[in-house]
């Protein structure tokens, strides 16, 4: 299946940068296009680019990050819970080693799904093992956004997913409804990118098309989503503090 992305962020003629498609969906556009998309256009004034899970083979950024064009256009830091060949440092998204206000955006891109992997990907992830839906969610929780609050300038890109679990049942776990609001505390929500990149053999396909005599009344895959967010004001968050919250309970409750 042939995608299409949309604007590759390249300037038009009277120096404009397009947007990328709202739905992005195609064999042939890989995840690091995307990135490279998203930051271009919602934001061309960075400068320093914060992975804080970057991940031993870093799917996010290798196609173009190490490319001439761009080490001269950004400062790139990596990190991870464990040593890669692409982190800089060790660090727990938790608790982050980096100063107030000193990276400008932030790729976010944890294991967003409860099962295990038993390809290098499982460990070069930390994702060799199956984790329950709780732990999952851990990785979207309050803590983590008020560290990426305190140490960026400009905003945020994190990339999320639904997912069914267990895997062969129909309990559906929508992921933006608990993702939203612990973003909307602190950052403003510009645009929510849906990505799907049709692996040749995915989960959820191979059990529906194994098990395909049950038949399970749902969706054959799931979507992954990329959520654009800028950093806002402290003292927006304190006068519109009521605001916001009526906002959560009306469009998320």
Same mark, same amino acid.
């Given at each position: 299946?042939?995608?299409?992305?949309?604007?590759?962020?390249?300037?038009?003629?009277?120096?404009?940068?397009?947007?990328?498609?709202?739905?992005?969906?195609?064999?042939?556009?890989?995840?690091?296009?995307?990135?490279?998309?998203?930051?271009?256009?919602?934001?061309?004034?960075?400068?320093?680019?914060?992975?804080?899970?970057?991940?031993?083979?870093?799917?996010?950024?290798?196609?173009?990050?190490?490319?001439?064009?761009?080490?001269?256009?950004?400062?790139?830091?990596?990190?991870?819970?464990?040593?890669?060949?692409?982190?800089?440092?060790?660090?727990?998204?938790?608790?982050?080693?980096?100063?107030?206000?000193?990276?400008?955006?932030?790729?976010?891109?944890?294991?967003?799904?409860?099962?295990?992997?038993?390809?290098?990907?499982?460990?070069?992830?930390?994702?060799?093992?199956?984790?329950?839906?709780?732990?999952?969610?851990?990785?979207?929780?309050?803590?983590?956004?008020?560290?990426?609050?305190?140490?960026?300038?400009?905003?945020?890109?994190?990339?999320?997913?639904?997912?069914?679990?267990?895997?062969? =049942?129909?309990?559906? /776990?929508? &992921?933006? +409804? $608990?993702?939203?609001?612990?973003? @909307?505390?602190?950052? *403003?929500?510009?645009?929510?990118?849906?990505?799907?990149?049709?692996?040749?053999?995915?989960?959820?396909?191979?059990?529906?098309?194994?098990?395909?005599?049950?038949?399970?009344?749902?969706?054959? =895959?799931?979507?992954? /989503?990329? &959520?654009? +967010? $800028?950093?806002?004001?402290?003292? @927006?968050?304190?006068? *519109?503090?009521?605001?916001?919250?009526?906002?959560?309970?009306?469009?998320?409750?």
């Amino acid at each position: 299946m042939e995608g299409d992305l949309g604007s590759k962020g390249e300037k038009t003629l009277d120096g404009r940068i397009l947007p990328p498609r709202s739905v992005i969906i195609g064999n042939d556009i890989d995840v690091s296009e995307v990135v490279k998309v998203l930051i271009k256009y919602y934001f061309p004034h960075a400068k320093v680019i914060y992975d804080p899970t970057c991940g031993e083979e870093n799917y996010q950024f290798n196609d173009w990050i190490l490319q001439e064009e761009y080490q001269k256009k950004y400062d790139y830091i990596a990190s991870d819970i464990k040593r890669t060949k692409w982190s800089m440092f060790q660090a727990d998204v938790f608790k982050l080693p980096l100063r107030d206000n000193s990276v400008d955006i932030i790729v976010y891109d944890p294991p967003y799904l409860p099962y295990s992997r038993t390809d290098s990907r499982g460990e070069d992830y930390d994702i060799a093992t199956i984790s329950s839906p709780l732990k999952i969610l851990e990785f979207y929780s309050g803590k983590i956004f008020k560290e990426f609050y305190r140490i960026c300038r400009q905003g945020i890109i994190v990339k999320c997913a639904d997912f069914y679990y267990p895997v062969n =049942t129909n309990n559906f /776990y929508p &992921i933006l +409804a $608990y993702v939203c609001p612990k973003i @909307m505390s602190l950052f *403003k929500i510009v645009a929510i990118h849906i990505y799907r990149y049709f692996h040749q053999m995915t989960t959820l396909l191979q059990y529906r098309l194994s098990k395909i005599t049950l038949k399970h009344r749902r969706a054959f =895959t799931v979507h992954s /989503y990329y &959520i654009v +967010a $800028y950093k806002r004001k402290l003292k @927006m968050i304190e006068n *519109k503090k009521e605001k916001v919250y009526q906002d959560l309970i009306t469009n998320y409750m």
